[in-house]
């Protein structure tokens, strides 16, 4: 069963990659803004919708960014659900500097499953279950097999190419705290490098071994880092919340995360 859930979740990220990918290219994105000030675009709208037209058919419950307000009530005795972001980094999609994803992760009693997040613009596909790890693969939209996807897949984390310890930090909402635990890894090791990445690829780079950690001490919600955290735990990782010092939880009453560290397990 498990296996065909992850199967289900790479073909809905992959089809509503499809649909993404023809807006960004025509350039027409009709941009609103939502309540909270943020951009929607109709590839938003589009992605949500081929992502539930897959999602439906498992019977499983569906938190999606761009899905209905469902209230905490309705939401509390959900054992399962999926945690769907049909595009993560809006702002990096209308920039068109190709740093978004498409997230999608199946949750089980709080903690995640599965994790599926595609990079529609380079076709580079990060999957993960608890039974089989966590793997990274390059799809070609426009001919793929999901099982040859999942033979092709290469674990992580990768072979590291360098000595440097590496940050990866967000490109769009860097704030003072983060800039200050920057400047405290600066004092305990010799060669720090810092990368700036949009949405959930700050989580695939310490997935994979190319980032050492990942500081985020801005706000995200559950939908920005579900996926990403069951990518980097299955690879070896902890996503650990920066207030409770535990792993962070899913299906909360509140959907705003705390802050949170991705690092190796100590």
């Known amino acids: 069963m498990g296996n065909q859930l992850l199967h289900t979740a790479i073909i809905a990220a992959l089809e509503a990659s499809k649909a993404i990918l023809e807006i960004y290219h025509s350039g027409a994105f009709d941009i609103e803004l939502k309540g909270d000030s943020s951009p929607l675009t109709r590839a938003d709208t589009a992605s949500h919708d081929v992502i539930m ?132 890894m600066r004092e305990i090791h010799e060669d720090v490098k810092l990368i700036s990445k949009g949405s959930s690829l700050k989580l695939c780079m310490v997935a994979e071994g190319t980032a050492n950690c990942y500081p985020r001490f801005a706000p995200t919600m559950e939908w920005d880092t579900a996926a990403g955290q069951a990518i980097c735990e299955h690879a070896g990782l902890e996503v650990l919340d920066w207030s409770t010092k535990q792993d962070m939880f899913y299906n909360r009453e509140k959907l705003l995360n705390n802050w949170f560290l991705v690092k190796k397990l100590d």
């Open 53 to 184: 037209s897959y999602l439906e058919a498992t019977d499983i419950p569906v938190l999606s960014e761009e899905g209905r307000d469902i209230p905490y009530q309705e939401r509390k005795d959900w054992k399962q659900l999926w945690i769907v972001d049909p595009i993560d980094g809006t702002k990096e999609f209308i920039k068109r500097n190709g740093e978004f994803t498409v997230n999608i992760a199946l949750i089980e009693n709080q903690k995640p499953l599965i994790g599926v997040i595609f990079v529609p613009v380079t076709g580079e596909l990060y999957f993960s279950s608890k039974e089989l790890g966590a793997f990274k693969v390059l799809v070609d939209l426009e001919d793929f097999d999901v099982k040859t996807l999942l033979a092709k897949g290469n674990k992580l984390p990768l072979q590291r190419q360098d000595n440097y310890f590496t940050i990866v930090a967000s490109r769009s909402h860097m704030s003072a705290e983060t800039r200050e635990y920057i400047q405290q």
